[in-house]
């Protein structure tokens, strides 16, 4: 039953099957659609490939190689913990699905056990992606044999459990307390960001408790080793070790005897999930099911100041964005939260460490500017990946999205209005960027300038990329916000066009070295300028044509 | 006037992952609409009416024919036309994050209506749809009835000449239906043309000027209500459109 469930709950989160006009619309993709998708992901490979490649070389010569591994697992288990605090509060309270569940004659477990399922296969198709690529890299570099693979894979499948049911159980508390909250989007927001609190504070918090009992030393060989920072993981999450010393040792035994030691601990861990979840899930719920906001009157100021189209067309997208929760935390928030985040790595470094950085990223700086002032672009663009505002722009609209063809404003317009949003995003979050590079580094204003307006115009054209997708290939059939903002293939996309933009930085960087900075900067400016003209004109031509499957 | 022209609709139906076939969802469609005129679409589900008025609204693009209105066309004439038009398309909840004052503000400067006649604007049309109620909270929390006198509030901002209007009491208690009718009637004497697509019979028979019956995409007869009653030898339209198709309807 709970397999049959899962299924169920798996569909309905995924809704693949959509009816448009009564008519069942099997989704045929053309030969064309099928090869741009080998060719990304083929690229998408050799960015892993090269990336992986120099990152093993590197741990190689200094006898490091498998800190590699352990690098790998830790981002896929942050992944997991960021993934979870995001789908947990909607898989579990906010599913359209609630009510009509819990009239069938389902036991609470069956219940609880599927919506747990749904996340867990969630993290595991982030885990294939993110984890096993760079991992099945390492072992053909390092010509790995069949027990590695065996226990890589092993480990990716078991690692995501704790993590999700700790997460969970963390929402389900929050949510046991729903009875005081009358305003549910409010108090979804409200959960979701102190979930993020949390798992920050949590993060931050490991570090500042060992610093507290390692001497300054200790704490500078911890940090300045990847491997240290498992040790530090292991005490919380000891799967997470288990699971890491079963790859390192490369022995059967081993690798039944951790992954024995695995499965007991998480199962300890899900049965008590299971009974605390009983008691907590449907309280919650229950709570959730009859909080829906009460109808207030309000004034409203009248503003005087006469608008135009533009501004009130993007000042509405923004509105949508930031009032709806799930778009705020989905398509909003990371713009901020993973600079922040960024911010806060450099921040729990000691002061000597940060000065040795700052010193030797000073010195890179005199020797090898272009270095430095490509690789802020870089990780400039990195963030943009996480930016779901312009891939989802119609998307997002739903069954509504026929609104945008029978307004009298022309589409093309329209289409820039919707992108507008995802730019700003940009630009808060490439701001903080160059914040923390100006802090860090004595980078000139006019260098950041030049890096802020190059930045900014790789973002216009990864956004009109981005739009122009979720226009091919909209999901308009959807019955929660959610399904747009994760349970959507498209959100692939910014993910591509960031890994090409990467791309191109570190080609022209790479074979235009002997060149200064500023010639290579005004390269990769002429590129995207071009670039967004060509999308810009396609964009005008095509606008009718683009807009098609709205209907 | 609206006029539509030999307005065909074509559409490619997948049967399995290899197979499809195509389809007319509007064959040869015809018909005029004139100023103070309520013209009624009527037919089953699935007959093809929300395809005609998304065509007729410049949401789909016909596969042949055209559509006019005074004589402009789409192609030459996009904009203008729509900010002309008012379509409201079944019970949907836009932007239901807003509340429904900032939905109908947000609808008039769209639509670029100055500030001061859409705040007398939206107080009209607040007392005629009676949303005072609920003016100033979110279209989320509202009832079926409620969110689509929302709907029908939104699309009127403007005060538009045509109003296509597809379905617009389907699903509504007998008070709400009731004020949205009252309310197309009250429009019609301020000379606005109306396409009004309903498969309430007995509601078209109430307000249409003219009839058109559709079924399986094709026009099955064309008229007044009482010509249709008449030519059909019928005593309401369910009967004159049983009696059209031969008593059964649309079997797929």
């Excluded at chain 1, 999205?401 to 949003?421: E, G, S």
Aim: with cysteine.
């Amino acid at each position: 039953m709970t397999f049959l469930l899962t299924k169920i709950f798996l569909k309905s989160s995924m809704q693949k099957i959509t009816e448009q006009n009564g008519i069942k619309d099997v989704r045929k993709k053309s030969k064309a659609q099928i090869t741009l998708y080998a060719l990304l992901f083929a690229y998408l490979i050799g960015i892993m490939w090269f990336l992986s490649t120099k990152m093993i070389n590197v741990l190689k010569e200094i006898n490091a190689e498998t800190v590699f591994i352990d690098l790998v697992f830790m981002m896929v288990f942050f992944l997991n913990i960021l993934q979870t605090v995001f789908s947990s509060i909607n898989l579990l309270y906010f599913s359209k699905d609630t009510d009509s569940i819990l009239s069938l004659p389902l036991k609470p477990y069956q219940i609880i056990l599927a919506r747990t399922n749904v996340m867990l296969i969630l993290e595991f198709a982030v885990n294939i992606l993110i984890g096993l690529i760079p991992l099945i890299i390492y072992g053909v570099k390092l010509n790995c044999n069949a027990l590695y693979y065996i226990s890589v894979i092993i480990g990716l499948m078991l690692l995501p459990i704790l993590p999700v049911i700790i997460v969970s159980l963390i929402s389900m508390v929050i949510m046991s307390f729903s009875k005081i909250i009358k305003n549910k989007n409010k108090f979804q927001l409200f959960t979701t960001l102190i979930m993020l609190v949390l798992v920050i504070a949590f993060s931050i918090g490991i570090t500042k408790i060992d610093s507290e009992t390692m001497t300054d030393e200790q704490m500078a060989q911890t940090l300045t080793s990847a491997g240290s920072f498992t040790d530090m993981l292991k005490t919380y999450f000891p799967t997470f070790g288990f699971l890491v010393n079963s790859i390192h040792s490369n022995n059967i035994l081993t690798l039944i005897l951790e992954t024995v030691k695995t499965i007991a601990v998480t199962f300890i861990g899900v049965v008590i999930y299971l009974l605390c979840a009983q008691k907590l899930y449907f309280k919650g719920l229950i709570g959730s099911l009859y909080s829906g906001e009460k109808t207030k009157r309000g004034k409203v100021k009248i503003k005087a100041k006469s608008k135009r189209l533009g501004i009130i067309y993007v000042f509405k997208e923004l509105k949508i964005l930031i009032r709806n929760p799930v778009y705020l935390v989905q398509c909003v928030l990371p713009a901020l939260i993973f600079p922040v985040l960024f911010i806060g790595l450099i921040f729990i470094a000691s002061d000597e460490e940060l000065k040795g950085i700052t010193n030797s990223l000073a010195l890179m700086l005199n020797f090898n500017k272009p270095l430095i002032l490509m690789g802020l672009v870089a990780i400039m663009q990195f963030f943009a990946m996480f930016i779901y505002v312009s891939i989802t722009a119609i998307s997002r609209e739903g069954k509504n999205a026929t609104f945008i063809k029978y307004i009298p404003v022309p589409l093309y317009k329209q289409y820039i209005y919707k992108i507008i949003p995802n730019v700003l995003m940009n630009i808060f979050s490439t701001l903080i960027v160059l914040g923390i590079a100006r802090y860090l580094l004595p980078i000139e204003i006019t260098d950041l300038i030049i890096v802020f307006v190059i930045s900014i115009l790789m973002n216009v054209s990864l956004s009109m990329l981005c739009l122009i997708m979720d226009l091919k290939r909209p999901k308009l059939q959807w019955n929660t916000e959610y399904a747009v903002v994760k349970q959507n293939m498209n959100l692939i996309f910014p993910m591509i066009f960031g890994t090409i933009n990467v791309g191109i930085v570190i080609f022209v960087n790479t074979t235009l070295k002997m060149y200064s900075a500023y010639i290579q900067l005004v390269i990769i400016a002429m590129i995207y300028i071009l670039a967004n003209i060509c999308i810009y004109i396609y964009l005008y031509k095509k606008q009718y044509e683009l807009a098609k499957k709205i209907m | 006037m609206i006029k539509v022209d030999k307005v065909k609709k074509k559409f490619i139906k997948y049967k399995s992952k290899t197979e499809k076939e195509e389809f007319l969802a509007n064959s040869n469609i015809s018909f005029e609409a004139n100023d103070g005129e309520i013209v009624g679409i009527l037919g089953p589900n699935g007959a093809g009416k929300t395809t005609l008025l998304r065509i007729t609204a410049g949401i789909l693009e016909p596969t042949e024919g055209t559509v006019t209105f005074d004589g402009l066309n789409y192609k030459d004439n996009e904009i203008e036309i729509k900010q002309n038009i008012a379509y409201l398309s079944g019970n949907t909840k836009l932007y239901d994050t807003l509340s429904v004052y900032e939905l109908l503000k947000m609808c008039s400067d769209i639509y670029g209506v100055e500030k001061e006649k859409a705040e007398k604007r939206i107080k009209e049309l607040t007392k005629i749809l009676n949303m005072e109620g609920f003016l100033y909270g979110k279209i989320a929390n509202l009832s079926t009835g409620q969110t689509q006198r929302v709907n029908i509030a939104r699309c009127l901002v403007h005060n538009p000449k045509y109003y296509i209007l597809d379905e617009a009491t389907t699903g509504l208690d007998i008070i709400s239906s009731q004020i949205i009718l009252d309310f197309i009637k009250e429009e019609k004497k301020k000379g606005k043309t109306i396409l009004y697509s309903t498969h309430y019979m007995e509601e078209a028979e109430n307000i249409c000027d003219k009839v058109i019956m559709i079924n399986k995409g094709v026009v099955i007869k064309t008229g007044t209500p009482d010509e249709i009653k008449r030519d059909t030898n019928t005593t309401n339209l369910r009967d004159s459109f049983f009696s059209l198709v031969g008593g059964v309807s649309n079997e797929e």
